[in-house]
């Protein structure tokens, strides 16, 4: 059994700044991609950041230069440091870790006031 535990989620206003955090526990031998995503209500589920365990990262071209994701392996723990947040960040965010079975977290919600 694997559990995600998301934090880090509130409301803040435009151009503010937010951390997500998602600590993974559980039955894991190993963790390889990790990633955040978020879902807008009315919209798909759409990827934010992912970072593999060589550190690799990719963005969504919307986040580029705004969104850092980082993790730390000896913690199981995958961060997501957002600045110059804006109004169309508003949505629910989820991590997601491949072990190489895909485990998702329960999202935490992140509202940008105009």
């Known amino acids: 059994q694997v559990q995600l535990v998301e934090s880090g989620g509130g409301l803040v206003q435009a151009g503010g700044s937010l951390r997500l955090s998602c600590a993974a526990s559980?039955?894991?031998?190993?963790?390889?991609?990790m990633g955040w995503y978020r879902q807008a209500p009315g919209k798909q589920r759409e990827l934010v950041a992912t970072?593999?365990?060589?550190?690799?990262?990719n963005y969504a071209d919307s986040v580029k230069g705004r969104f850092t994701i980082s993790r730390d392996n000896a913690k199981n723990t995958v961060y997501l440091q957002m600045n110059s947040l804006k109004p169309e960040d508003t949505a629910v965010y989820y991590c997601?870790?491949?072990?190489?079975?895909?485990?998702w977290g329960r999202g935490t919600q992140v509202t940008v006031s105009s």
């Open positions: 997601r870790i491949t072990t190489p079975v895909d485990y």
């Open positions: 559980g039955s894991i031998f190993s963790i390889g991609a």
């Open positions: 970072i593999t365990r060589a550190l690799r990262t």
